[in-house]
């Protein structure tokens, strides 16, 4: 982290001292989300990075500038570069009412790569400044919003700083009638503003130059927050100067710990930035590339910036080189699946006019990369060991973790008119670039039996990685991250006790015996496809639709219902056939850490690299639950009982026994000394640990299996 923060900015040493209060971020999740989510972040970022130097590949890591709650450590690479980079936006000009700002051409014929550039005001009239690619966003957590509660969408703390940009949601706290999210974009200049048609804060802001055309007809549009922008005007300028100088205020007085900075909606804790460095060997060793992500970046500040830009004079400024994607190899390009425009309406209906989305979908590779879930199965780890490879460019979620976009949730951004805020939340990467993104959220996996066909429609080259867990395990896990949900009263014993009763009381009246606890019969289609039965597809129906019916109010959480994997999997395999989706047991994660990353990128088509070095992330901090409501003996087999019949189901789909029902211990004495047991090793070691029963459980009353 040192050595990066010294080749970023000639004030970094500064920076560092601004930076000694870490930041804070908001989340709807605070307590138990707020835990995972440092571990998540904790400067994992400039760690991998520095890890993958060396490699001889290029290195694309997304920075946060949040800082850790726990060690007090601030993430500040990407925070001193925003500073810095606002100041060399402010020198020349950008942000200044106005001054040096000159409109750009609307043939240019490289628009994204000069983005933010000055230049002469060569064919329009009308005003004559303009301003490219300038203003900060940071969205809100609309995230964090997800599906129900408890099913972990969000991961606390917003959207991505996204290159530099004006939107509704600017302050990420719900100040959405601030004028800028219609009137102040300069889309004919790269910038606009966005209104939020979602309801949410997920804004839907690019630049597009391409639309530059269209400028003028768009401005009353955007004057009505359309989400369109466009070409700014002189007051336009005027405002959006008075926002980066207001973002600028925002992240100095957030670097000296303003919590009142954060409170307002987090918006400078959420600045991000994209940081591509070309590793030791390729002769430009100690360079560093800063781009700014989000979607901006979506109108090609992902590439590189034009000689004599004002992109180009930023990076020399911040002695920053250019990201370079040709020192991929050819023999690791990952298939580039555009997203799917064939539906998109036209405009007319008063939906947000798909223009900007069909013209980008075109060229823009979508998302080839999902990791569903499974939740607490390990899934930011692997999320994260999938991203820090040098071809995976991660999508815009925000500082915690890269992970949990949630574009695929219903409600969220799914649809053809909202192609726009899916294509908003990934990097550019074109065809041509042997780069791919991704997305990790676990409420796909289990919130909505749609979302795989969702994401097939927009990439058909799309992969699906589960991280799957001991499902007794998962569900314990689950409930100490979501001891707050249960208001601290229903312990453990009794959720499972009253839920799998419920569940299975439910499933067996709904389903039929048969498919409550025997293997379907399906037929295999094309390329792995199943088939399945008009009854197995009821079935699997109602898998999705019980979650209301076959809860219990003791269980908000559903952590019994989560643990059915069976279903959810047979979900995606169904849609994406076997050969397309990978199923990893997050206990290999842990005992095989090593092979079985490299057995994902070997599914994923990856180049191979060295992922010695990875860490565990998202461990959950011990909650303070007293002893009576934790797990114990009778919970435990409960559970296991429960989940032995989809467990085997599972194995049947999959070809393979996960062998999750050797997962256990035999009983001598009390339940608390269970729950020693388990605290010292988790449920799913259980079967890893004979030295330890040898040594101390047994004389504490444990047997081996
Ligand atoms: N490498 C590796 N191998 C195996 N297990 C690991 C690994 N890294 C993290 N973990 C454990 O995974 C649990 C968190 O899972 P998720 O990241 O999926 O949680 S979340 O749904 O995103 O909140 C969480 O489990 P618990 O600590 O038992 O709750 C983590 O400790």
């Known amino acids: 982290m040192e050595a990066r923060k010294d080749l970023l900015s000639p004030s970094s040493e500064d920076d560092d001292d601004d930076l000694g209060e870490p930041a804070t971020s908001k989340g709807n999740s605070e307590g138990v989300k707020r835990g995972s989510r440092d571990d998540k972040t904790g400067g994992k970022a400039g760690t991998a990075d520095e890890d993958r130097e060396g490699q001889g590949l290029p290195l694309a890591v997304a920075a946060s500038a949040t800082g850790d709650d726990e060690t007090g450590e601030p993430e500040i690479l990407a925070h001193a570069a925003a500073k810095e980079f606002i100041g060399v936006l402010a020198e020349a000009g950008i942000g200044a009412e106005g001054e040096g700002l ?52 969000g991961s606390g703390g917003g959207g991505a700083a996204a290159g530099l940009r004006g939107s509704a949601d600017d302050d990420g706290g719900g100040d959405s009638n601030e004028t800028e999210g219609g009137g102040a974009g300069g889309r004919a200049a790269g910038l606009r503003g966005s209104a939020d048609d979602d309801g ?12 530059a055309t269209s400028a003028e007809k768009d401005e009353d549009q955007a004057e009505e927050g359309d989400g369109l922008g466009s070409r700014a005007s002189s007051t336009d300028v005027k405002q959006i100067g008075q926002r980066i100088r207001a973002r600028s205020r925002r992240l100095d007085s957030l670097a000296t710990g303003d919590e009142s900075v954060a409170a307002a909606g987090g918006a400078a804790a959420d600045a991000r930035a994209l940081v591509a460095t070309t590793p030791t060997g390729g002769g430009d060793a100690d360079r560093v590339s ?93 999320f994260h060991a999938i991203s820090w490879h040098p071809q995976m460019v991660q999508p815009l979620r925000g500082a915690h973790g890269f992970k949990e976009t949630g574009r695929y949730s219903p409600g969220v951004a799914l649809g053809a ?32 039996m749609d979302v795989p066909e969702a994401i097939l429609a927009d990439n058909p080259h799309a992969k699906i990685v589960f991280a799957l867990r001991d499902p007794v395990a998962r569900a314990w896990s689950d409930f100490r991250f979501l001891w707050n949900i249960y208001s601290r009263t229903n312990g453990f014993p009794s959720v499972v006790r009253d839920s799998v009763r419920k569940t299975r009381d439910c499933f067996a009246s709904h389903m039929g015996e048969s498919h409550s606890h025997k293997p379907f019969e399906f037929g295999a289609g094309g390329a792995g496809q199943l088939t399945l039965s008009e009854e197995d597809e009821n079935a699997l129906k109602y898998f999705y639709n019980s979650s209301g019916r076959c809860g219990t109010s003791n269980d908000p959480g559903h952590i019994i219902r989560k643990g059915i994997y069976y279903f959810q999997v047979l979900n995606w395999i169904r849609v994406f056939g076997r050969d397309n989706v990978m199923v990893v047991d997050s206990a290999d994660l842990k005992s095989r850490q090593k092979e079985t990353v490299e057995e994902v990128y070997r599914f994923l088509g990856l180049c191979p690299v060295d992922v010695s070095r990875l860490e565990p992330e998202n461990v959950t901090p011990p909650p303070n639950i007293p002893d009576h409501k934790k797990i114990n003996a009778e919970s435990f087999k409960a559970l296991q009982d429960f989940y032995e019949p989809f467990n085997k ?38 079967h890893a640990s004979e030295g330890w029963l040898q040594e101390q459980a047994q004389p504490m009353g444990f047997l081996a299996p």
């Open 290 to 382: 800063l781009v700014w992500m989000g979607p901006s970046a979506s109108d090609g500040l992902w590439r590189e910036p034009g000689e004599g830009s004002l992109w180009a004079e930023a990076f020399s400024r911040l002695r920053l080189t250019r990201w370079k994607p040709q020192h991929v190899s050819e023999s690791c390009r990952i298939p580039c699946g555009h997203w799917n425009t064939a539906s998109l309406p036209d405009g007319k209906s008063g939906a947000p006019p798909p223009i900007l989305a069909r013209e980008q979908a075109g060229f823009q590779c979508a998302p080839s990369v999902f990791v569903p879930g499974t939740q607490k199965g390990a899934s930011t780890f692997l």
């Open 102 to 153: 000159e409109e750009r051409s609307e043939d240019d014929d490289d628009a994204g790569v000069r983005v933010g550039e000055k230049r002469p005001d060569d064919d329009k009239g009308e005003g004559g400044e303009g301003v490219v690619g300038v203003g900060v966003r940071a969205s809100d957590d609309a995230d964090d919003e997800l599906g129900e509660a408890g099913q972990g969408g």
């Open 649 to 686: 189901k599972l194995y049947q789909l999959l070809g393979r026994d996960l062998g999750w029902e050797k997962n256990t211990f035999k009983l001598r004495e009390a339940s608390e000394t269970v729950v020693s047991f388990w605290e010292r090793f988790g449920a799913d070691n259980a």
């Open 200 to 211: 949410g804060d997920v804004a839907d802001g690019r630049s597009d130059p391409s639309a």
């Open 417 to 448: 008119n909202k192609l726009g805020l899916r294509l908003a939340a990934f990097p550019f990467i074109e065809e041509h670039e042997n780069f791919a993104t991704g997305d990790g959220s676990v409420v796909y996996m289990i919130q909505n």
